[in-house]
């Protein structure tokens, strides 16, 4: 099992950093994995609720569908994916009031489907993960913090 765990300051209000990031309509625009998403990706997502994403992680494309399995508004958001070879992973956002915005923390959890991808992750995949999660943090920002965001 691996972890990649990323915060960052965010100047706007709890509530619209949590509704931006919790419809999944929008992780194309700032998470560099995020390739596209179906389903009904337009809003918030609520307990039960599925979506299906499709991703690139290091050169690598893949789909995984997303079930969210908590929302605490506005919070705490925790969704588990699934992949058709057996890949599993859980995000969790984690979101707190400052004074001047928002802290954001997003943790990823997640197993290879087998021993050869879990090598894989260790040699390459992981870092290129970590690097991918990184960015997805700081565009995040610049785009909340612009007033470029779309919902």
Not at 34 to 61: F, M, Q, Y
Request: charged share 25%; aromatic share 8%.
């Amino acid at each position: 099992m691996s972890r990649i765990y990323n915060s960052i300051h965010i100047n706007r209000p709890i509530e619209r950093v949590f509704d931006f990031i919790t419809t999944p309509a929008n992780w194309p625009q700032w998470h560099p994995a995020s390739v596209s998403v179906s389903g009904n990706t337009g809003h918030s997502l609520l307990p039960g609720e599925k979506i299906t994403e499709d991703i690139s992680v290091a050169g690598r494309r893949g789909q995984v569908t997303w079930l969210v399995r908590e929302c605490s508004a506005p919070r705490r958001w925790v969704i588990d994916g699934n992949r058709k070879d057996g890949g599993r992973a859980t995000i969790t956002y984690t979101l707190s009031p400052h004074p001047d915005g928002t802290n954001f923390e997003r943790e990823l959890v997640y197993t290879m489907p087998n021993a050869l991808l879990a090598v894989l992750d260790w040699l390459i995949i992981r870092s290129r993960m970590k690097a991918d999660s990184a960015e997805a943090l700081r565009r995040l920002k610049r785009l909340l913090e612009s007033g470029g965001e779309i919902s």
